[in-house]
């Protein structure tokens, strides 16, 4: 009973319980492993080889882009033990599949083409500015919004998030 319901959860930060990859698919690390060659929290990898008790990886952005990396199963827990009735720990390897990325991930990446869904508005500030600045060019950004169905004009716009107050204050600060 118990091992069912911990098979169907999947905590924030952890990988699904089943965790099913193909060679060449794009995998997002989900700790910080060995920072000095690349592999943090965060980092895209693409699945090169997979051996029993590891994969094998090539970064795919970044200062270390290229690089072959080895990833081992790791012993992982939730952070927030709270909200589950048992502790519990998952040997896994630190990875999930990475087919999207929230605005938050995005932050930091330069991107040869950017597509954002907003099926509603953004809902910080500066979130549409980083969604919108990850890409090298314009033209290389695609976007769909689908805010309401009933009002056609709504689907070609979006608001920008912005706390005037926020922007006073910070500028006192200075």
Same mark, same amino acid.
């Given at each position: 009973m118990y091992i069912d319901f911990l098979n169907s959860?999947?905590?924030?930060?952890?990988? @699904? !319980?089943?965790?099913? /990859?193909? =060679?060449?698919?794009?995998? /997002? +690390? /989900?700790?910080?492993i060995n920072p000095?060659?690349?592999?943090?929290?965060? #980092?895209? /990898?693409?699945?090169?080889?997979?051996?029993? !008790?590891?994969?094998?990886?090539?970064?795919?952005?970044?200062?270390?882009?290229? #690089?072959? *990396?080895?990833? @081992?199963?790791?012993?992982? =827990? @939730?952070?927030n033990t709270k909200h589950y009735p048992v502790e519990f720990t998952r040997c896994q390897f630190? *990875?999930?599949?990475?087919?999207? +990325?929230t605005i938050n991930k995005a932050q930091g990446q330069t991107l040869n083409t950017v597509g954002i869904y907003l099926p509603k508005s953004v809902f910080s500030q500066g979130q549409l500015y980083v969604a919108l600045s990850r890409a090298t060019t314009a033209s290389k950004i695609t976007e769909q919004l689908d805010h309401?169905?009933?009002? @056609?004009v709504s689907c070609y716009r979006t608001?920008?998030?912005?706390y005037p107050k926020l922007l006073v204050e910070a500028a006192k600060c200075t």
């Open positions: 959860i999947s905590p924030p930060g952890m990988p @699904p !319980h089943k965790l099913v /990859l193909k =060679q060449n698919c794009p995998i /997002l +690390m /989900l700790r910080n000095s060659r690349g592999l943090c929290n965060g #980092t895209r /990898l693409i699945c090169k080889e997979f051996k029993k !008790h590891m994969i094998v990886a090539e970064i795919a952005v970044g200062e270390n882009m290229g #690089t072959h *990396v080895f990833i @081992p199963r790791i012993s992982l =827990q @939730p952070n630190p *990875v999930r599949p990475c087919f999207a +990325m309401s169905r009933e009002n @056609p608001k920008n998030i912005v």
